[in-house]
């Protein structure tokens, strides 16, 4: 466990960057920020995907000076295509030798060649020309029967006004037996079986951040590690291979002390897939008090993201901003109360 002093903990913030791409494509950054300071205390990097060798997700970690400072974690939940394009440029301008990479248990060397993308030397080899002879990269899974090293980064954060808040990244998928079962016994997968998926923890509440992880591993997760999730990113674009979700999470989270979660979806439009499915997100709404996608109808900019923010002492839920494609699917009403439109949304009207 590290301990950090920060002047004080309630300006600290959360901001979690949802990307899609249409008609595939997706990339989440998510960064602890220190505002007294202005500095990064944690930052995290969830798959990475380029279009036309234009990568969106630049141009935020230039803004909080990840360009010099570099990330902490970079999670490459599964090799697939969408979840896996422009890694090269990433690697290479953004991590450090300190920069930590979690790649799920079973990316084996017949999972890379089946994978086009080239980036297999990054996290198979250590190269004596460049940095990432350095760079820790960590195979990771998760078992309910066996302790495995499944918490990552574990910093504790205080300041001199007695309050203090835990930071930490655990693995929810896979499980070390379902991946056996499908590389080795069965000796047929799809990669989504493969797929990670992570608990972001901070202070009281977490943020789970999804892959495209499926219904058979979804429902081997504890129930006790969803009590506190307050944000989801929807895993697999809210396909029907992934819809337990919803239930889950109503059976498990006590809406009345963390009130309903933020659930983002990014899209995959590829033969005869078009996801997000809308009777997948129709069962989020149970759960959600907002549903948000990274497109809209329109596809102007082929391109949209989230920015949904969190102070986290004393937790409040700042209203997401949309860049653009990003687009409303669902938002409860509050009683009494008519949403204003921010400037995007005026200027689709």
Known sequence: MMYVDVRNIKEIEIHIYVLGYYPIGESIFAVVWDKADKRVLKSVLFDCYEQKGTNKIFSLLNKYGLN??????????HPDEDHSVGFEKLLTDYTSPRTIALLPEGVTKKVFDLSWFGIKRYFTVRRKDNLFKHLI????????NRTYPDEYGATRYKDGLGDDLKFSLEIATPF?????????????????????SILLRFGEHCFYFGGDTTNQSLSEVEASRW?????????????????????????????KSNGRITAVSTSFEQGTSHLPEEDVLEKYKTVSDSI???????????????????????????????????????????????KALNKDDRARL
């Open 68 to 77: 010099d400072c570099k990330l902490d974690f970079v999670v490459w939940t």
């Open 137 to 144: 990269v960590e195979r990771v899974s998760c078992s309910n």
């Open 176 to 196: 070390s037996y379902q991946v056996f079962q499908k590389t080795e016994v069965n000796k047929s997968f799809i990669k989504n079986d493969l797929s990670l």
């Open 227 to 255: 009590q506190d999730v307050v944000f989801v990113k929807i895993p697999h674009h809210a396909s029907k291979s992934s819809d337990k979700l919803p239930r889950i999470l109503e059976d498990n989270i006590d809406f």
């Open 292 to 338: 948000l996608l990274t497109q809209d109808n329109i596809h102007a900019n082929n391109y949209g993201i989230w920015d949904c923010k969190y102070a986290v002492k004393p937790f409040v839920r700042l209203s997401p901003q949309p860049v653009g494609d990003a687009s409303e699917w669902f938002i409860r009403p509050v009683r009494g109360k008519k």
